[in-house]
């Protein structure tokens, strides 16, 4: 099993700047995704941003310009840094990662428990 802890969130004003880490633990062998999703009050869940461990990154438009995701592949941790946050950002963070337990073994998805921000305006 894998464990995916977040933290980091929390309230902030509009035009302010927060930063989200994930750390993984458990059965890994490597992780070929990490990154973060969102859900806000009525919406689906949404990409925000995602990177592999070779470094390419998958982010939404949203995002872009605003917020920057890095990994910290030695620690199996990624972090989301997030400025320019508009209320439009408000949402339950998710930490998420494509997991493989061992070499020949399929990738497995997980997910974060979630982390709450909230921009104020």
């Known amino acids: 099993q894998v464990q995916l802890v977040e933290s980091g969130g929390g309230l902030v004003q509009a035009g302010g700047s927060l930063r989200l880490s994930c750390a993984a633990s458990?059965?890994?062998?490597?992780?070929?995704?990490m990154g973060w999703y969102r859900q806000a009050p009525g919406k689906q869940r949404e990409l925000v941003a995602t990177?592999?461990?070779?470094?390419?990154?998958n982010d939404a438009d949203s995002v872009k310009g605003r917020f920057t995701v890095s990994r910290d592949n030695a620690k199996n941790t990624v972090y989301l840094q997030m400025n320019s946050l508009k209320p439009e950002d408000t949402a339950v963070y998710y930490c998420?990662?494509?997991?493989?337990?061992?070499?020949?073994?399929?990738?497995?998805?997980?997910w974060g428990q979630g982390t709450q921000v909230t921009v104020s305006t």
């Open positions: 458990g059965s890994i062998f490597s992780v070929d995704i």
């Open positions: 998420h990662a494509i997991v493989r337990p061992w070499s020949a073994a399929p990738p497995n998805r997980y």
């Open positions: 990177l592999t461990s070779s470094g390419s990154i």
